[in-house]
Structures are given as structure tokens and as C-alpha cells.
């Protein structure tokens, strides 16, 4: 009986291993490759569920489904215009053929790698061969409304930041494909000048916008100067306008007075010269002046018949 009891655990022990090592899962986010002896046999699975596979004798290596992320070291690159730079850059990928995938990398990490020798020589070609201004710029940029006089910034922008990313993704694509693997997306994350020359960038930036600054304070001085001379002529043309109106008001009001004075003195000469010597008397005369006069000066006629 005791036997009998030990070969049966032995038998349901030995069927649970060979069922726990005959099925096996699929989820989601996975795709599997079988491989026996090492070796991959049958075409790839790459729908969910429970599947079979020989036990003991197959092995099932299992790979992500999902796009994959490759994030590059920053690399110090220089530039068509000799100017160095470091050019931090990312990736997105996925395992397009995981049977291809298996033969040629076996893993990830081997994926990873090798991608960050595909994208980096990719990304040190292309930013070589084009200027840094197509890098840090994109193309119509020049159409934007910024207004700057740097000779630089005005340049026109042949291919831009996004031309150039395509330009290493589709150059890193047809090295990649061979791998299994296919590259979704490439971005140029971060570029900067190294740190020798990152402060001389910026003292020739702080230059160049003082210098633009200067230039608007000129011009600002020069319109301000402009607008208070037009200012100063307008004036000097309305008070020059007020003076010749206000001498020819004064001198019609000159002649209509001369001409009441003749009036009267034709009407009574001998009144209106009375008045007249009056007047002279009260402008030139008081208390304490004193005259020398001839007895017949007609400035005398009046004072004469004093009694």
C-alpha cells in the first residue's frame, strides 16, 4: 500500500512538471520566441493567451511588445562651422521582427548597445556635416516676427532642427532593420555649447543685445530729438503767425486812430492842438521841473495866457 501511494505521488509530481513545463502564457504586452536547444523553431507568437510547447525540451524567451525607449548619452560633436557643442538626444523603438530580433541581439540590452552605437555615429554624421544654426533653429524661422540685426540670426535656415532629426532617423532606420528592431521616433533633446567657450557665447550674446539696445536709445533719441524740433518750428511758425497778426491788428487800430485825430484836428484845429499840448504838459511836467523857455515857443502859447 505504502508503494503503491509512493508511485502515485511520483506519477502526479512527473505530470504536473511536464504540464507546468508543456503550457505557458502569452500577455498584452509580449511576444515569444521558442527555442529548442538553443535554437528558435516555429514562427513567432504574438497573440495572448495559453499555448503548448514541448516540455523540458523548448524553452519560451519572452520580449516587450511595446514602444521602447532609448535615451543617448550627451556627446561633445563639433559642427561644419567648427563650433563644439554637446548634443543630447532620445529614441523611440520597437521589436518590429522578434524572431530577427533573437538571432541577431538575443536581449534588450544587447538592443540597447547596439542602437546607442547606430544613433550616436548617426547623430556625430549629421551634425558634422550641417552648420549650428540649422541645428538650434528650424526652417521659416526667418519668417517669425523677431526683431534682431545679428548676421547670424537673419541667416536663412536650409534644413532646420527637425530636417536634420529625420535625416538620422532615416539613416539609423535601414541600419537598424536588419536587427529586427524598428526606430519610431529620433529627437534632438538638449544642445549646448561646451563649457570652454559657453561663457564667451554669452558675453558675445549680452554684447549683441546691448548693442540692439544702444541702437533703439539712438533711434529713440533721434525721433525725440526730431519730434521737439518739429515742435520748435511749429511754435516759432504760430508765434511768428500771432506777431504778424498782432502788428497788423496794431497798426490798422494805429491808422483808424490817426485817422480820428485828423478828423477832429480838420474839425477843430485849434481844440485838438490844445489837447494835444495838454497831454504833452501832463507826460513832461510837475512839481519840481523846471522850464527855460522863449517867449515865442508854441509850447509856451498855452502857459502864457495863464492868469
Not at 563639433?78 to 524572431?99: C, E, H, N, S
Not at 526683431?147 to 532642427?161: C, L, Q, V
Amino acid at each position: 500500500m505504502k508503494i503503491f501511494s509512493s508511485v502515485a505521488l511520483i506519477i502526479i509530481v512527473a505530470v504536473v512538471m511536464v504540464a507546468s513545463g508543456m503550457f505557458y502564457t502569452v500577455n498584452e504586452t509580449e511576444q515569444v520566441i521558442i527555442t529548442q536547444m538553443g535554437k528558435p523553431v516555429g514562427e513567432p507568437v504574438t497573440q495572448p493567451g495559453l499555448h503548448i510547447k514541448l516540455p523540458f525540451i523548448q524553452q519560451a524567451n519572452y520580449f516587450d511588445k511595446r514602444f521602447l525607449a532609448w535615451d543617448g548619452n550627451p556627446n561633445q560633436i563639433p559642427t561644419k562651422d567648427k563650433r563644439f557643442i554637446w548634443v543630447d538626444t532620445y529614441a523611440r523603438w520597437r521589436i518590429a521582427d522578434p524572431l530577427l530580433f533573437f538571432q541577431r541581439l538575443r536581449d534588450q540590452y544587447q538592443a540597447q548597445s547596439r542602437l546607442s552605437d547606430i544613433l550616436d555615429g548617426g547623430t556625430r554624421n549629421v551634425v558634422a556635416r550641417h552648420l549650428l544654426i540649422e541645428l538650434v533653429r528650424s526652417k521659416g524661422f526667418e519668417k517669425e516676427t523677431m526683431a534682431s540685426d545679428s548676421k547670424e540670426m537673419n541667416t536663412p535656415i536650409k534644413y532646420g532642427r527637425q530636417a536634420l532629426a529625420d535625416e538620422v532617423l532615416v539613416n539609423a532606420s535601414r541600419r537598424a532593420k536588419p536587427l529586427g528592431i524598428e526606430l519610431l521616433d529620433f529627437k534632438f533633446k538638449r544642445i549646448n555649447y561646451v563649457e570652454q567657450v559657453r561663457k564667451e557665447v554669452y558675453a558675445r550674446m549680452i554684447s549683441e543685445r546691448m548693442r540692439i539696445a544702444e541702437q533703439y536709445r539712438s533711434e529713440g533719441a533721434g525721433e525725440a530729438a526730431r519730434i521737439e524740433g518739429e515742435m520748435e518750428r511749429q511754435l516759432k511758425v504760430i508765434s511768428s503767425e500771432a506777431y504778424r497778426k498782432s502788428q497788423d491788428i496794431k497798426g490798422k487800430a494805429d491808422a483808424s486812430a490817426t485817422d480820428i485825430y485828423a478828423a477832429a484836428y480838420g474839425k477843430a484845429p485849434d481844440f485838438y492842438s490844445f489837447l494835444r499840448t495838454l497831454e504833452s504838459y501832463k507826460k513832461t511836467l510837475n512839481k519840481d521841473t523846471t522850464l527855460v523857455l522863449s517867449t515865442d515857443s508854441e509850447f509856451f502859447r498855452y502857459i502864457k495866457g495863464v492868469k
